[in-house]
Structure formats: C-alpha cells, structure tokens
C-alpha cells in the first residue's frame, strides 16, 4: 500500500522488455535502475507502482487523431519508425508506449493529489510532436501530462523545466500556443535537434561547459520558473549531459547533476508546489555512469520527498 509519505516511481518490465534486444537504445537501464533502487538506502521510502495502459484520451490532449490511431494498430510507416528510432521494430513497442504514457500519466497525477514528488521510471520523451514522432520519442508526456494536468486535475499553470541535454523541440511546439504553461530548455547548442523548436524559454549553452556554466544557467532557468508562479513542475531530468555520455558534449560531473537536482527540488519546495520527474536521456558506454546519475536522482528525489512530507504543509489538493 501506498502511504502518502512515500515516494511513488512508476515502472513496468516492459520499459525494456518492448525495445527490440537488437536496438542501439541501452534498453537495459531501466531494469537495472529498478535492480540498484531496490538494493539502495532510499528503497524503503520508494513505493514502486505498476502502471496501467494509458488510454486514448489522454493521448488526444496533446496529439493528432490520426496520427494516435495509426501508431496503435501498428500502421507507422517505415519512414516513421525510423524517425523514433527504436528500430529494429517490435509490435511490443505499442504496449510499452501505452504503459510508459500510463506511468507518466499516474505519477502527475499522484503529485498533484499528494503533494512532494513522484516520478516515472522512463519517459521524458520531449521530441515527440504533435503528429510525429522523433528522437526515442512516440508521444510526449510532458505535453499530455501539463495538458490532463490543466483539463482534469484543477491545475491552472504548469511550468516544464527540461534540463535534459538536448532541446525539448516537440514540448515547445505542442504548447506553444497554451498561456497556461511555461515550457524551459537548458540544452547544448550544437545537439540534436539541429532544427530547434521556439521554447517560451531556451537557454543554450556552448559544449564543454562544464558543471559551473551548467549550474549557473539551470539557476537562470529555475529563476524564469519561480516567476511563473507554477502550481505544477513537471521535471525533464535527462543526465545525458554528463561527461561520459556519447551523445552528451556538455562534460557535467556526477556530482553537478546531483546539485542540479536538488536545485529544480529546492525550487520546488519554495514554491510549495509538487514535482514530476521524468527520466529524460543518458547514454553513457558502458551505461554504469547513467545509471549512477539516474541513481542519484530518484535517490534523492525520495529523500527530498520524504522531508517535505514529513515536515507537513505540503501542496495538497484532494
Ligand atoms: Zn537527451
């Protein structure tokens, strides 16, 4: 049972078991994250959910009809397939897409009954497009998530901050109309994607920044989000910036990406307003450097989330 002190992260077997075992994609981080959160200090102040299937609805807050029916009855081009690039292709991916959305999905929603944090142990998917995916992405869970927030939740403004190396283009685009939310990228300049997106927010910063550069600009960006006075943080924690990711160029340190995290959570907390965390990016080789970082962010996540609780006054709405 879920007591309301408790982190709540949101898994499913099939976060790796729906990637082809042939895809470049380090499908294995997921299950071996959920592996090193079971055996760490934090694990008896986690609560790990299984998610259920995301349904339709939820999908057509923030995507194209057709484009939601397509990919369901497995009817993507090859073209399309390529373009997510989680090819070789399986007809897995569709459950897995369903069930990712769904963690997604129930963790925003358990933050905002709650309070605190909660998170999903995948997803920050922020290349998907309205009626396109792209980049690892399918659907956007950002988007849907800040979306079903406002819709159905009684969240009236949302703020995404996403510190994930590369530029959430599909969540700037999908929400560039929508007053209601603030969309803000910390990214490296010269990363996928090439052709970016128009951000209510970008902060770019050169390669080879570093963790002082890195964590003087998340500053900035966390600064634009206060001001946006959010009643819900959805967080884009990718740790694809870290010096030894293969796609990353930024060269954080471990421990820069910790500080980075406790800076969205301190934002967090002065706003007494709950927070997401989405996995987002990270590609180190071998992944063992990923999954420390991911390691240390769900870590403290659960720690950070277990002191608001516990102290009381947390932002809740029942
Ligand atoms: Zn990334």
């Given amino acids: 049972m879920t007591t309301p002190a408790s982190f709540g992260l949101w898994y499913h077997p099939l976060y790796t078991d729906g990637i082809h075992p042939e895809a470049r994609f380090p499908r294995d981080r997921y299950r071996l994250l959920l592996d090193r959160l079971q055996a760490a200090e934090s694990a008896p102040i986690m609560t790990v959910h299984r998610p259920e299937p995301v349904s339709k609805t939820h999908l057509l807050v923030a995507h194209d009809a057709e484009y939601v029916e397509r990919f369901l009855s497995g009817e993507l081009t090859e073209k399309e397939e390529k373009r997510i690039g989680l090819t070789p292709w399986t007809p897995a991916m569709i459950e897995r897409t369903k069930v990712l959305m769904g963690g997604a999905v129930e963790a925003t929603e358990h933050a905002v009954r709650y309070g605190g944090l909660a998170g999903n142990m995948a997803g920050g998917t922020h290349h998907a497009h309205r009626d396109f995916g792209s980049g690892y992405c399918v659907f956007n869970d950002l988007a849907v998530c800040a979306l079903h927030a406002l819709e159905n939740l009684g969240v ?5 901050v996403d510190l994930d190396v590369h530029q959430g283009d599909g969540t700037a685009t999908i929400l560039a109309d929508e007053a209601r939310t603030c969309t803000i990228s910390v990214h490296c300049s010269t990363n996928f994607p ?5 951000s209510d927010h970008d902060l770019p910063i050169p390669p080879e920044s570093g963790d002082a550069v890195y964590l003087e600009t998340v500053a900035q960006a966390l600064g634009v989000c206060e001001a946006f006075k959010p009643d819900l943080i959805l967080y884009q924690a990718g740790v694809d910036g870290l010096e ?4 990353g160029k930024l060269r954080v340190s471990r421990e820069g990406m910790r500080k980075r995290n406790q800076l969205v959570f301190e934002a967090a907390e002065a706003l007494n307003v709950p927070l997401v ?3 987002g990016g990270g590609y180190a080789k071998p992944i063992d450097a ?3 970082a991911f390691e240390d962010l769900f870590s403290d996540a659960a720690q950070w989330n277990q002191r608001i609780r516990t102290q009381g006054d947390p932002c809740v709405r029942r």
């Fill in 194 to 198: 090439f052709r970016k997106s128009v």
């Fill in 244 to 247: 030894a990711d293969a796609l």
């Fill in 156 to 160: 009236a403004r949302v703020a995404i």
């Fill in 290 to 292: 990923s999954l420390d």
């Fill in 277 to 279: 965390v989405f996995m």
